[in-house]
């Protein structure tokens, strides 16, 4: 009788861990919508191009060397059977492969975090050539001193220090902000953001219904991403915790669109519909963290926290001229910080020294092994399109095709 009730439990579990997974693999198509609304037409077609492309590169790299450096075992050649991978501890009630294919779908939504904040100038093959680094050692390294077990460069480990996060307010947002914010350093904003003078030209994307499409598919997704974290649905406590995590993660995006788009009023005098969806984004990345133990008003003034933060954050990287097409370094970096810094407030295991400590080292190697890597792709093949290319349009040079041939009146 009780290896029934094991086996059933261990079957919800799996099933329960492979439907999150895949509400989180549905989040790329989230990120591919909201950034083709908001780059303009003539970029469209490689924006795409790109988050298929660095989905696809995300899965191979990882089981090629991402999961090893992240978890310790030898996924490649010895698989994954019923008793875990190879070298690493058996998983508790649900499939090995079940883990593994939550985790993928973790280290691609850290990769397309960069791909909306490099856009409409970047070449497309350097930008996958950095995905290939960044889902195989720089996300897995930083993975593995946070929800794995190592010590960070065998020193300490983070979670003995009062550090935690529990689905990726900073292991998977921060850290691909800070991939992202390196690549935008040296990349440069595109032509015609800023001029001379210091006044700043807003550069509207090409289709707002399809970015919001794009955050209620996010908004979506983001059930797997924190209710997956859970690990677990077959019992009484962990349904109860479940049940919990999905009711603040939509509270906290509830709170966070209202906030912005109140603020948004109250700076601008308009309702700035591109302020509300990332205020929505803002308040998910800002409950990420720990939607576990706050309630449902704790969760929506965190994520209203976390709306009201990101507009102020994209005004401001605008006025230090770093272009950001898509508010990704403001919604997943910035506010992914106040995510880890809000942990303490309703969890007691945690410490704002641990939080701090932990964003700190977060921070300081993804950043720095980025802005390596992108220098050295910057030096090899070069980053940038050319200039008279990023006036065309780079769909036509990258990807030999266009979003909306139609509405071309002349050659």
Not at 115 to 121: D, I
Not at 241 to 252: L, R, Y
Not at 326 to 352: K, W
Request: charged share 10%.
């Amino acid at each position: 009788m009780e290896n029934q009730i094991f086996e059933l439990q261990y079957a919800l579990d799996t099933f329960y861990f492979l439907i999150c997974g895949a509400l989180v693999m549905w989040m790329a198509a989230g990120f591919a919508m909201l950034e083709a609304g908001l780059v303009r037409s003539k970029n469209t077609t490689e924006i795409l191009t790109k988050n298929i492309a660095l989905y696809a590169v995300s899965c191979i790299m990882y089981m090629i060397c991402g999961y090893m450096v992240m978890y310790g075992g030898d996924l490649l050649l010895s698989g994954i059977t019923g008793d875990g991978v190879a070298g690493a501890e058996e998983a508790a009630t649900y499939a090995p492969a079940a883990d593994f294919y939550f985790q993928v779908v973790f280290v691609a939504t850290a990769m397309s975090i960069v791909s909306g904040a490099v856009a409409e100038r970047m070449k497309l093959w350097a930008f996958l050539a950095f995905a290939v680094v960044m889902t195989g050692f720089i996300y897995p390294m930083e993975g593995s001193w946070t929800w794995g077990s190592d010590a960070v460069f065998g020193l300490y480990t983070l979670g003995d220090l009062g550090f935690s996060d529990f689905a990726g307010s900073g292991i998977v947002h921060m850290a691909g902000a800070s991939a992202a914010l390196a690549g935008v350093l040296l990349l440069g904003a595109r032509k015609g953001k800023y001029d001379a003078d210091g006044s700043i030209n807003a550069i509207p994307g090409a289709n707002l219904p399809l970015a919001t499409l794009g955050t209620f598919i996010l908004w979506l997704g983001w059930f797997g991403f924190n209710g997956g974290s859970v690990l677990a649905t077959a019992s009484v406590e962990s349904a109860n915790s479940v049940a919990v995590v999905f009711m603040n993660t939509n509270a906290a995006a509830a709170g966070g669109l209202v906030a912005a788009l109140l603020t948004a009023q109250l700076k601008f005098g308009k309702a700035d519909l591109t302020m509300a969806l990332n205020g929505a984004l803002a308040g998910l990345v800002a409950i990420t963290a720990e939607p576990s133990t706050p309630t449902a008003l704790q969760a929506t003034l965190f994520g209203a926290a976390g709306g009201v933060l990101v507009v102020f954050s994209i005004l401001t990287l605008d006025k230090l001229k770093i272009d950001d097409p898509v508010g990704a370094l403001s919604v997943h970096g910035v506010v992914g910080l106040l995510g880890l810094l809000l942990v303490p407030v309703t969890n007691s295991d945690s410490s704002f020294t641990g939080q701090i400590i932990g964003a700190l080292t977060i921070f300081g190697w993804v950043f720095g092994i980025s802005l390596a890597t992108w220098a050295l792709l910057k030096a090899i093949v070069g980053i940038r399109v050319g200039e008279e290319e990023e006036y065309e349009g780079i769909d036509l040079s990258e990807c030999g095709m266009e979003a909306y041939p139609e509405f071309i009146t002349s050659k």
